[in-house]
């Protein structure tokens, strides 16, 4: 065996260590980046997407409300929803996605006096983000509010058009009941951007002015997967409406998919009934 | 130089040294440019789009009360959200706008007066002001105030969505309609960079019709107002397109076609001569901010 020897040379590798060097800093730059920098934008790209998600289905209930306000039957409204976050190939930084989704026969409700049903809807969109940083969030569109749900918890963000309120021992209880029907495309998957077109189809209303002792019970019955939320939701706004502790009962079956509010001794009670037609475009 | 002289020359390995000190000093200068010019550009930008969103969504606050009146429902409660900031951009170095949304029930009020003899008709009263906190886009304030939005800018400030007045002439006769919103609701300010929601419901609404025969009364109406420029030159172009002649502040209108609008140290005072209809659609909303 002939034995190696490397030769002693006192120039030219000072070139290669230098090379090696940069070559080291820009690495470890480069880690830094990937490890600290993308992840504050990429959460920082998730958040503002959430808060865009927020506003969207604000819009859409907006739109909804004027539209049964208005009463102007077959006209549309368009509300835009992004259902991804911005992103982008730079260094991998993904795209969150979303599933954008129209539930026909989800969220049933339903309105009685003490012996009948007066009137019914139902209906839910929902909204459910694929977030690679931020915690998952779920926007669901249902009896004219639109619910939050992330993780275990979830809270009424905007607020139904039911009402109850009392004064000088009148109580006034008025809803909204809005029955959600799909038409054409009824999901839509993906980052991009979606057009929720909302049609008013009918819209009718009754006021019960109870005078008959025995008969001025309204209850409202509301099918839900957010029977908590509801749940403070109706006894918040008694509460605020000036209703007392032996004015209502909200109750959640046993089985947790519905609350029912009955108001005792309404002496006026508002109900209007809405369908409206949904059909997202891509 | 003693020390120079000691290390003495040498023409080896320092040419790599010095090409990474400079390599390294570029890209310290192509940093430096960015956050010195290309982050403040980004920022204006960001902060630009976001007062344009305000705007548009003052815009939707305008139309849903307009739409309460309309229907005539006290039942239905319209919402509208107004986002208070950017999100910013951390990771390069520009920070959050953020601001303030505030519902003043005593700001800006309107009157109206008809004349010879005096005659109150009305007053109404309430505004709903967006004040910014830009890092880079110069500050706005986006004012909703009786049935119009108004963005101030520095010391001058217009309409972009103008209020619902109208005055024609129609057979000799001069008619004159007005749409004056009273906003009730608590004194309350919410800040943030976040969305806002305002939630408006409709108290009351009404319209008031008011006939003078004969060669009618002179109609004056005073506004207070911190906007006085946008409603001084909304009236003078609004009343000069319809083909009334506009005479010189302070001077009182007294021939038909004639009016006058005088600035005051509160807001402003319109007068209108010989008015022989006016119709003011009267609204009271409840805002609530959230």
Known sequence: ?282 | MKVARALGRDEEAVSVIVAAIMLMAVGLMLVGNFYANYAPILGREDEMVHMYRVHNQFVGVRNSISTLIEAQDTEIELLVGVRMGTAGRAYQGIGRAYGYLTLDPQRSSVQFNASYPVENVDATKGNLVFESKNMYFPNQYVVYENGGVIVAQRETSSFISDPDFEATFEGGYINVTFSSMTLTGDLSTVGGSGSRVVKMRLVTGSTEENYWTGNGKTLEINITTDYRHAWIDYFSQTLVISGFTQLAAGTRPVNQGEFSITSTGYGLWLQIARVNNYDNMKGVIDINLE
């Open chain 1, 1 to 282: 065996m002939r034995k190696f020897r490397t030769k002693r040379e006192d120039q030219g590798v000072s070139n290669v260590v230098a090379t090696i060097m940069l070559l080291a800093i820009f690495m470890s730059l480069l880690g830094m980046i990937m490890s600290t920098y993308l992840p504050a934008w990429a959460r920082t790209n998730e958040a503002t997407h959430m808060l865009d998600a927020a506003d969207s289905f604000l819009m859409l209930k907006s739109n909804i409300d004027t539209q049964i306000l208005r009463s102007e039957v077959d006209t549309t409204m368009t509300t835009t929803m992004t259902l991804g976050a911005r992103g982008g190939p730079l260094f991998g930084v993904g795209r969150s996605s979303g599933s954008l989704m129209m539930e026909d026969f989800a969220s049933n409700n339903s309105m009685y006096n003490s012996t009948e049903l007066m009137m019914r809807g139902k209906g839910a969109i929902n909204f459910t983000t694929n977030n690679y940083y931020l915690d998952n969030q779920r926007f669901h569109y249902e009896h004219g509010g639109v619910i939050l749900e992330q993780g275990e918890n979830s809270v009424m963000k905007f607020a139904p058009n039911i009402h109850i309120r009392k004064n000088n021992n009148d109580i006034v209880f008025s809803a909204t009941l809005i029955t959600l029907r799909a038409n054409g495309v009824d999901r839509a998957q993906g980052t991009s951007t979606v057009a929720i077109r909302t049609t008013l189809l009918t819209k009718e209303g009754m006021t019960y002015l109870n005078q008959t002792v025995g008969l001025q019970d309204a209850k409202l019955r509301i099918y839900t997967a957010f029977t908590a939320t509801w749940t403070q939701y109706f006894t918040e706004t008694c509460q605020a409406g000036g209703l007392a502790a032996g004015d209502f009962t909200v109750t959640e079956n046993a089985a947790g998919n519905w609350v029912e509010i009955l108001v005792r001794d309404c002496t006026k009670t508002a109900i209007r009934q809405a369908v409206v037609e949904v059909e997202f475009e891509k």
